[in-house]
Structures are given as structure tokens and as C-alpha cells.
């Protein structure tokens, strides 16, 4: 498949973006008089009077996390019931005037920030566990509750929610819904597509759409649901979700193996696979190169010296079950077979023995990301490549900037690639000495273009956002981004929601 | 919640069918001329010139396998490749001609005959399996493939399709991805939106939509797909499904447990959920009345008539796991701990020990089907409602039908309840001596009140076909009819597919 499309330049986008937005109206001060009718004062933060909030109010709903996306927006509502969600829409909608719903603004692609002066519908005050039944494991939330919040909500019952990142303290359920977020339980629990039952959503003339209903089966009819999983707020403001939550393990366990060769990961996880089978909770991929970093910047070695020399690779995995004795048999079993075969698969692992070593182990593959940051600056790709070639696609990338002149101590310095081998989806790292124009010319389109051979995702979990639409014919053909206008049409044909996200 | 719809008599549903297809036009002899410059000879089934077939080769295409529903098709086309699907769909879309696409016509609810005299288009010479993966699991297989096939080619390599219906034989991979189907797999394994990563389908008008992927994770956009998953062939034919199969597990296992109450099966659930944890593979409930029919009718007893004393209803519960010894060792620990406790919730249970006896457990839960049929002409409801409310719902409706003066031996002999506790999915059987009018007039449309009461779904798993579409205001909100009327139109503008389904 050759797919050809425009590389935009950081002034291009801005462009973009601006054009993006004049379809619509700037918020007036009557706005505000109109909104204070329905929200209490302390919902609305707005540096337009009568309120006049000061800037620096604004400022935390204005730029993301990671300092790279900026909106200026004059006004943020912080509506406390999904009825007020309603009214600020169909009022929005009347008068087009764009809207931002956000989360938890915990985003990698500056989905949550507006690309201009568009008001923020901050989802926060909506944050109450509407009910959870204890049998079926169904939880139903409003869409502002934190993740860790519904995590603790639901630990007495002996439950865990289906999804866990590294956001959890921050991010909301609706913007994990919003944005289809992945994460580090995908693997055993599958995606939000299939653990969301239901969800109550605010179309943009303020309709409100209720489909959250607590069924684990209805076949009645499209699954319209499905289409806010993901969208991230473009068609609508998620207000409500019900979403299965699974048993607790009652033990978990891990283990690190040290490979001779990238080629013996697939033959792995296949053994891996068949020996732990509904244990199995996680299999880990980390490059010689990003284990280095790892252990230079102080993560402490499972691994000695010895077990590490002539390994290319590493492999982390996890199992989750319902009694440790058993768990343990299977993997012990596990790492006999692996060390005992006529040609090894594996050169060593070794098995945490305690909670601190299980701890040691994750900090190990969570520690790549901190070593990354540490040791320059990165350009992070997260994309969906089949798992047999993540090792072809970071030596491709090294040697692309090598032969462009850019893989030397003042430019980039590692070129690694870690991640999910379950789920196919590979993080890779580009660490240079500092942020330059022509490596990012040297990476883009290259890197998209790489995955579009081999029919991947340009983005396999941080999403679209304003980041990336412009990328987004690199995984999705002209017929699919059609029908995603038309669909964007249906919903909201003023184009109020969330405008410069996903379709350009 | 309360609902209101109309209902439709039988007379009023073929005026409704025939209104149904008044827009569209008729295949003609020129028509055939057409389909013959691209199709071979032996995939075109006419009784128009020139092929004239005889009538008994269109029967099986124009009537489903219950015969209770019956089209007037003319013409059955049954294309190799997609290009000859997209070829067929773009000549009907231009000169709106009706299309009814065909799997292996196992449905229940008549979503795979015509209402009228569309265009069958078969599926079933689209039936090559185009990839499969070990490593990932990944199969990728053309929409015609069996299930029995499909399963039978992914057994080798040790993996299991995570779907399985009693249909397998004759049920196609495209058609359970139309239908969205549930079967006996799904509280393991999830539904198909979580399981079917990709999907290739032509549109209407001829369109290929691409989105073959074999990607676990794909953020970029709207999931397009999952509007087909369910969709039953409204919006377009599925020709290619990419779905991901499960390692096969390595041991099963079964017990049946005799409850002293209904009020025991949900707190039984919450116990064996967490004792056997992820090998817990099904947990069907059978009421007592399903039981005693399924023995009447020659199902060996697991259970002497001393364990089935004093037994309101049963449980089976069955596990998979990776291996044997450990699932025994948890099966076994399970009983112990509900046999030894000071209130115990179940009065006996027996654990297959054999393959035989594993067998013969699953014929009892299975057998009430067939124990129905002999027993009477049974009224067969498949409902989602609270696990809480299943009792209920059936001594309710026996109860409404006493008040009707029609609970005796020449008008409904039983009402059972039995289904998948673990899915919140309930078959309501109403067996009776005949089918009469007024029996149909008392459950319809109580059930689908009582359903709508417990904003239930009055159809779990079977889908609406042609049978229920005057009835999906029950598990649906005018507002999200209204959304998927305008989905429908943005797919299929000139209402060529499968006219007369799901959507009034």
C-alpha cells in the first residue's frame, strides 16, 4: 500500500489551526450572563466579566502536561450534572461556539487543549460512582471520576478496573473511554471496544444519547457506543460509563529473560503463551540498547553481569492468577523447560522472589522512559508494526539518520525500541542531543511511511489529536476518512466539538 | 424508563415488508446478462432467462432453517472474490435493486431471507482462509469460512476460535460478525467487538472499505468497523474478517450444584468467580421446571433423585484452564469450601470425572432445548435483564399468563427460565399445548415491557432481523433509532441492503 500525504510544518499547522476554528464564534460576556443562569459560580472560570478570573486560573486547562500544546481560551465550565452538560451544548451549538471537553488533560497529542479560543467543558465536577454491582462486576460512573479513584472504589469487592496507565492518578474514566486508552492490562482484559458496556453521551445540540445500560449482551441495533469509544470528544461529551470490572488476581508474579537474538522473541511468547496460558498478564519487550540505559541510569539489575553478556534483548514477563502456589509451578516449570531445551530460546531469567524484586523487575522496563529523559531528548513514536519486524523497523530508523549524517554524539545518540510484544505495539524512542529540525525532517514522513508498509497504526494508543491529523492517512485509506466526515456530519454538523482533533 | 410501541400483527408486518421494498426494483433477465459478463455459470442461481433454474435450487436461499421465514427471491448470487461482490453491489445500488446477504442462513430472527424479492447474494464461495498467525493468533479469513472450519484449521497450532455456537457446522465467520454473535464463549473471551480486529467490507455502491488490519491496538479515528459488527448486513457485506483466537486451553472441567433457592445463585456466583478466578469458563443457570423437562426427557441424571430433592434450580459451572492438575485442585477446593460452609449455599454438587460424565453435564444444561420441542410448541424469548431479576421475570410471566385464565394442559404447560448467568442472558421459554392467538397476545408485548422495565435488552445475543424491528423501541431510545437512521443513510442512501431489517 503506498499512501501519500502532506507533511505539515509547525507554522503550517498553526495556520491550520486557526483556519480550523473560523467557522465559529469567540465566547461573549452574554455567554457568561447565559451560563451563570444554570452554574454556580464556582463552575465557571472565565477572563471575560463579570467574572474576570485571572489568567493564571486559565492557564492549567490551556496547555497540556507536557508543555507543547497551547489554546487561549477565555473561558472554562466545570458542570456538575450531565442536564448542565446538556445546556452548555445546545447553548454552544445555537450560537457555534467551539467546544473542548477535558479529562484529565493527561494526553500525548494535545486532544484535551483547544487549538484556539474554544470553551472548555471540563468534565471534573461530574464525579460520582452512580452504582456498582458487587455480582456482575458492573460499574457505572460518571465520566469525571479518576481512574485510581474508581480502582480504590471497587478493591473492596474485589475487583480491578479493566484498564491501568501511568496517568490513573489523574486521567478520568470518560477521557480513558474518549481517547480508547490502552495501557498495561490490555493484554489479559482486551480493549475499552469490548469491557465498555454502556455510556451516556451529550450530542452537540444537547440532546442527551443514553445508552448506558448495564448488559453484557443486546443485540438490538447498531452499536452507536462504539463510535465515542475513541472519537476523542468529536462527536459528542461522554457523560456517563458502565464498564465490566474483572475479578482481582490473588497473586502476581514476574520474571526477566535475557534473549541471544531479536528472532527468538516470537518462538518465546509462542512457548510463553502455551505454558501460562490464562495467567499470563503481560510479555514485555525491551532492545539491548534501552536495557543499557535502564541500568546507566540507576535502575538495579536483576540481571548480573554475566546473565546480560551476549544478550540482544530482553523479555519481561508477568502472570496474574487465582493462587500463587499454582502460578508459581507454571512459571517455575516454565524457566525449566526454557533452560533445559536442546537450543535454548533464552541465555537466563530471573524470578522475583519477593514483592521488592517483583517492584525491581517493572521499574526496569517503566525505567526506560525516565532513562530516555534523562539522557537528551526524545522523539517518541508509539505504533502498531506486526511483532516480527519491531527489531527491523529500529534498525531501519538507526540506519536511515546514520546514512543522513545524523547518528553521532550532537545529534542522535540511541535509536531504541521497547513495548508491548502482545498487543504488537512498539515504542520507539529516537534520543537525541537536542531537539533539531533536521532530524525531525529526517523522521518525518520516514517513520509513517514505514509503518504504512507494513499496514500498521501511526498511533497505536496515544491517539490522534491535534498532533497528528495530518498523519492520519498514513494508516487510514481516503474511503475510511471519508465516511469518518460523513459520520463527524451526523453527529455534529456545525462542527462545535472538539474542532481541529482527529479530521483536519 | 417507560416505552411505548406499537405492535404489529402478522397481517400488518407483510404490508409493512411489502412497503419495505416498493422503492426498490426487481431483478430483470437483462440484469442476469449483466451479472453473467463477470460471474462463471455456477455461481449465478436464476429462475429468470436464461439460466431458468428450477425453483427447488433458490428454496434453501429463500427460507431460513425454521421455516418461518420465506422470501420471493429470484436470484441467488454467489461471488468468489470481493471484486465480484463490489462488481454485483454496484450494479444494484445503480439500479436499486435490494440485496440480502447470506451466510449460512442459521439465524433466528430472519435477518438472512428476503422480505420481498431481493437479490440473495451467498457468501458462502467467499471461503479461503487468507492468513493465520501462531505467533499472534491472528487469523485472517475470508467471511464465507465455516466455524467448524475455521476452528478445525486454528486447532494445530493449538489455538481456539473465541467463539462457538451450536450453528458451527453451518454458521459463517462473516455472518456471526453481522450478527454480532454471543454463544457459549463469550464470558471467557468477550464479545466480537473486542475479538474482531479488522474487517473488510463493500459498501453499497461498491466501495471496498478496507480495514483488514491484524493490529491489537489502532488509535486513529473513529473504529469504524464496529458499526458492521451487529450491523446484520444492513450497512454493507462483510467480506474478510481479521479476528484474534485465544491459546486452546488445556484441560476442561465441569460440576453441576443443586441450589436449595434462587436467592443463592448470585452470592454462588460471586464465590465461584472468586475462588476459581480466570480458569471460570461458563455458570449457566437451569430452574427447577427446565431441569425436571430436560430429565422427563431422557438426559442421564447427574444427580441422584436424594441430590435433587429439596432443589429449586441448578448450576453448572465449567472451567478451562492451562492445566489439569491445578484446575482440579480448584474445582475441588470450591466444592469443599460450599459444602463445609455453616450456611451453605448449594445442596450438593457433582464433578464430571470422566470426559463422559463432562459430557453428559452439558447434555443436561443442552438437552432442555430439545426437551422443549418435544414437550409442546414453545414461544422462545432471549433476554438480557439484571441477573438479580431472573426468577422474577419467569414466575412473573407464569403468573400473568395464570391471570389470563391460560396456565393449564391445552395452553401453556410450562414457563422455564434457564441461560447464562455470567452474561446476564436469560432464555424465557413458554411452552404450550398449541400455538394460539391469545397466548401470543398475553406475551407480547408484556415481555418486552417487563424487559423494558428492567431497561433489559429483548434481544441478547439473536439479533432483530425482520422479527423484532416493530419491537426495538423497547431496548432503544427514539433518539438512538434516530441516530441509527441517519448512520443507515449515510451508508446506504438508496436502502439497497437488506431492506427491512433491524430498522423499520
Not at 478493591?155 to 495501557?183: E, F, R, W, Y
Not at 529500529?394 to 521497547?418: F, P
Not at 525532517?441 to 520516514?446: F, T
Request: hydrophobic share 40%; charged share 20%.
Amino acid at each position: 500500500m503506498f499512501v501519500c500525504a502532506r507533511r505539515a510544518s509547525a507554522a503550517s499547522l498553526r495556520r491550520a489551526h486557526l483556519s480550523t476554528t473560523t467557522h465559529l464564534t469567540p465566547v461573549a460576556e452574554h455567554d457568561i450572563a447565559h451560563f451563570s443562569e444554570f452554574l454556580s459560580p464556582s463552575s465557571i472560570i472565565s477572563s471575560l466579566s463579570p467574572r474576570s478570573s485571572p489568567a493564571q486560573e486559565l492557564e492549567p486547562f490551556n496547555n497540556d502536561w507536557m508543555g507543547r500544546f497551547h489554546g487561549r481560551s477565555t473561558t472554562v465550565l466545570k458542570p456538575k450534572t450531565t442536564r448542565q452538560v446538556s445546556q452548555i451544548l445546545k447553548w454552544c451549538n445555537e450560537r457555534r461556539i467551539g467546544v473542548v471537553p477535558q479529562g484529565g488533560n493527561t494526553g500525548l497529542v494535545g486532544g484535551s487543549v483547544p487549538v484556539n479560543d474554544e470553551v472548555i467543558l471540563s468534565l471534573s465536577s461530574l464525579n460520582k460512582v452512580r452504582s456498582f454491582d458487587p455480582v456482575s462486576g458492573i460499574l457505572v460512573a460518571d465520566a469525571g471520576c479518576i481512574l485510581q479513584s474508581l480502582t480504590d472504589y471497587v478493591a473492596p469487592h474485589n475487583h480491578i478496573m479493566p484498564i491501568d496507565l501511568g496517568a490513573k492518578g489523574s486521567c478520568q474514566i470518560g477521557g480513558n473511554v474518549a481517547t480508547n486508552a490502552g495501557g498495561l492490562r490490555l493484554l489479559r482484559y482486551g480493549s475499552l471496544h469490548g469491557t465498555v458496556l454502556g455510556l451516556e453521551v451529550v450530542l452537540p445540540d444537547g440532546t442527551i444519547l443514553d445508552q448506558l445500560t448495564t448488559l453484557r449482551k443486546d443485540n438490538t441495533g447498531y452499536d452507536l457506543k462504539q463510535l465515542f469509544i475513541g472519537a476523542e470528544g468529536t462527536l459528542g461529551v461522554i457523560t456517563g460509563v458502565s464498564i465490566l470490572t474483572p475479578p482481582a488476581p490473588q497473586a502476581s508474579n514476574n520474571v526477566i529473560l535475557a534473549l541471544p537474538s531479536f528472532d527468538n522473541v516470537l518462538p518465546l511468547y509462542q512457548t510463553v503463551k502455551r505454558q501460562l496460558s490464562e495467567i499470563l498478564s503481560a510479555f514485555e519487550f525491551i532492545d539491548r540498547t534501552a536495557y543499557d540505559l535502564a541500568v546507566k541510569h540507576g535502575q538495579g539489575r536483576a540481571l548480573s553481569d554475566e546473565d546480560v553478556a551476549g544478550a540482544e534483548c530482553f523479555v519481561l514477563v508477568e502472570t496474574s492468577g487465582g493462587r500463587r502456589e499454582h502460578d508459581e509451578e507454571k512459571l517455575n516449570d516454565l524457566l525449566e523447560l526454557l533452560l533445559t531445551a536442546d537450543k535454548p530460546l533464552i541465555n537466563t531469567g530471573v524470578l522475583s522472589q519477593s514483592p521488592a524484586q517483583f517492584s525491581s523487575i517493572w521499574a526496569l522496563r517503566e525505567g526506560v522512559t525516565e532513562a530516555v529523559s534523562k539522557e537528551g531528548k526524545a522523539y517518541k513514536y508509539d505504533i502498531s508494526v506486526p511483532l516480527s519486524s519491531f527489531k527491523r523497523v529500529v534498525d531501519d530508523t538507526r540506519e536511515h539518520l546514520r546514512s543522513k549524517g545524523l547518528l553521532h554524539d550532537r545529534a542522535v545518540k540511541y535509536v531504541i525500541g521497547y513495548g508491548h510484544v502482545g498487543d504488537g505495539n512498539l515504542h520507539l524512542n529516537i534520543v537525541a542531543d537536542a531537539y533539531l529540525p533536521e532530524i525531525e525532517d529526517a523522521l518525518e514522513p520516514y517513520i509513517y511511511e514505514v509503518v504504512a508498509s507494513f499496514r500498521g497504526s501511526i498511533s497505536a494508543e496515544h491517539g490522534i489529536g491535534a498532533m497528528k491529523t495530518h498523519a492520519l492517512p498514513y494508516s487510514k485509506s481516503a474511503v475510511s476518512i471519508d465516511l469518518m466526515k460523513k459520520i463527524k456530519h451526523v453527529f455534529d454538523p456545525r462542527g462545535i466539538m472538539n474542532p481541529g482533533k482527529v479530521l483536519e
